[in-house]
């Protein structure tokens, strides 16, 4: 049985051009082993990074730093840091999105003179 095989795009996303009074959000942070993709992948957040859902990163990147709604369009997810707000200045993110292209099957891959 062949494996689904794809690629997470990762983006860091500055907040750079914050408001300096941000509208609160209800964000609602994941922590450890978060399944991605209907299970295809697992994320591993570890206790120094937090997981925000498509909903949350969408709030993140659209309500609070102003972004058109858009560039969260194709969003799976965000990354941020454990302890550190990302509507404040010092807040940062990490996008997750999906892009199934470059797969190589391993009947392909089998084929390929590598020398």
């Known amino acids: 049985m062949m494996k ?22 209800n964000l609602k942070y994941q922590t450890g082993a978060i399944p991605l993709l209907n299970g295809e992948a ?19 990147i659209v309500d609070g730093w102003g972004n058109p709604e858009g560039a969260a369009s194709d969003v799976l997810g965000m990354i941020v840091p454990a302890g550190t707000d990302p509507m404040t200045q010092a807040g940062w993110g ?13 009947s392909d891959a089998a084929k390929i003179n590598y020398d």
């Open 94 to 106: 990490v996008v997750i999105t999906e892009s199934r292209d470059g797969h190589v099957s391993d």
């Open 42 to 60: 697992t994320l591993n957040t570890g206790s120094s990074l937090r997981y925000l859902n498509a909903d949350g990163a969408r709030q993140v």
């Open 4 to 25: 689904k095989r794809f690629t997470l795009a990762l983006a860091l996303v500055a907040s750079g051009a914050l408001a300096t009074t941000p509208a609160p959000l």
